[in-house]
């Protein structure tokens, strides 16, 4: 267990990152995947803005582990140029914020279309991020969010096919997976070997909701259990509860909300981050007591 690291979507505890920095802290969280801060996305805030943002958090001995852009998380037909312009910005900011990993997506299919349809299209647009994370040394690491082309688990392998290398990679997100109907442990094999991040959420099958590590149909337990103690995973757990209705979830990140957290589970984001980070903390010890 030494060489897995937790950290987490800090905004879900609070748009205030003060507050964020309080509560992880308490929890004895050391790493952040930054997100959200005072209601905008890290990725819109100018360099300068940023560096102060990082010296804040170095003040307070927190390290990012990703930068969580949204980057690719635009319809396949919107205009593209601004967007890549967009994503130099971005990876500049990885550097200053002395991360390497880029948290991106492969891009909305239009509705009713399929998805199959804009392969070429999606391989060709995600090639040109690839090209500038390399030129910035930085690791796109590719989520598997619902209705983008890179849903389901063929197609995250397509992805991976094409642009797998040093600077593209997975994030595994049980919770996606099991919204897509997909069985979770079977997506873990076929991606396994260019996994090199995890997002701690789960969720239930029957009406797509999100809840607690370990009692949704995510496979969590089994699948870390697997992947530390057999195949030797290293590196980030990252909690995205999605256990209330938090800022971020509602400006940056899906319109319908309310489809996954249809009612809060906590009192606040602060109580809904703790639950979660103690039901991971659970299942750790679980798989170490197996030693």
């Known amino acids: 267990m030494d060489k897995i690291v937790l950290s987490g979507f800090a905004d879900e505890i609070s748009s205030s990152l003060d507050r964020q920095i309080q509560v992880l802290k308490k929890l004895g969280i050391s790493h952040m995947e930054i997100r959200g801060v005072e209601k905008k996305g890290i990725d819109t805030y100018a360099t300068e803005e940023v560096k102060e943002i990082k010296g804040k958090l170095d003040d ?26 967009h994503f130099k910005h971005v990876a500049e900011l990885a550097h200053v914020l002395n991360t390497r990993y880029i948290r991106m997506f492969s891009f909305y299919i239009p509705e009713g279309k399929d998805p199959e349809d804009y392969r070429e299209k999606v391989i060709e647009k995600l090639a040109k991020f690839d090209a500038i ?5 930085i690791v796109l690491i590719h989520e598997n969010e619902k ?19 040093d600077h593209f990679k997975a994030v595994f997100d049980f919770a996606n997976f099991v919204q ?19 997002h701690i959420k789960d969720a239930v099958a029957s009406d797509k909701e999100n809840v607690r590590c370990g009692t949704g149909e995510g496979k969590i337990k089994e699948i870390l259990t697997r992947a530390i103690r057999e195949e030797g995973y290293e590196g980030f757990l990252t909690l995205e509860p999605h256990l209330v209705l938090f800022d971020a979830l509602q400006s940056l990140e899906v319109s319908d909300a309310e489809s996954v957290i249809k009612e809060n589970k906590a009192k606040d984001g602060a109580e809904g981050y703790s639950m979660q980070y103690h039901a991971l903390k659970e299942i750790l010890n679980s798989i170490e007591r197996q030693d």
């Open 60 to 85: 307070q001995g927190i390290a990012i582990s990703s930068l969580a852009s949204p980057i690719g998380k635009i319809n396949i037909k919107d205009d593209f140029t601004p967007h890549l312009e």
């Open 180 to 198: 897509c109907g997909e069985d979770t442990m079977e997506c873990w094999e076929l991606l396994r070997d260019q996994v090199v991040y995890i």
């Open 147 to 165: 209705d983008i082309y890179g849903d389901r688990k063929e197609r995250c392998r397509v992805i991976l096919d094409a642009l797998g290398s």
């Open 133 to 137: 994370a390399k030129a910035h040394d």
